[in-house]
């Protein structure tokens, strides 16, 4: 999906969808990367306890699904 996708680049475009796939493909590891990222929201949350939102969460209308498109927090208060 991305160029260089083992670099963290958080400004990189997400144009396309990072879900688990659907029906016979349907990703084997969804329950692993559910857990990582429990735990790496959980690590987030420890680390900055006064992480807020910076401005309101920005969603997109797609076809009756909830859907992010941009979360701006801020890490201190
Ligand atoms: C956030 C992390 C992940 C995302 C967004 C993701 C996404 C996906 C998607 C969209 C597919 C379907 C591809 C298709 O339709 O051809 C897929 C398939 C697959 N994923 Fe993941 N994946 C993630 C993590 C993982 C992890 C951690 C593992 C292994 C430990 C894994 C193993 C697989 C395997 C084996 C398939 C192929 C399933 C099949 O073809 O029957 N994935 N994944």
Redesign the pocket.
Known sequence: MFTEPDRLDITRSTTG??????G???????S??RA??EIALGALLKRYPELAFAAEPKRNCDGGTWRLAALPVRLTG
Not at 17 to 22: K, T, V
Not at 24 to 30: I, K, R, T
């Open positions: 969808h990072l879900g688990f796939g659907h016979p493909h349907f990703c084997l590891g969804a692993i990367a990582q990222a």
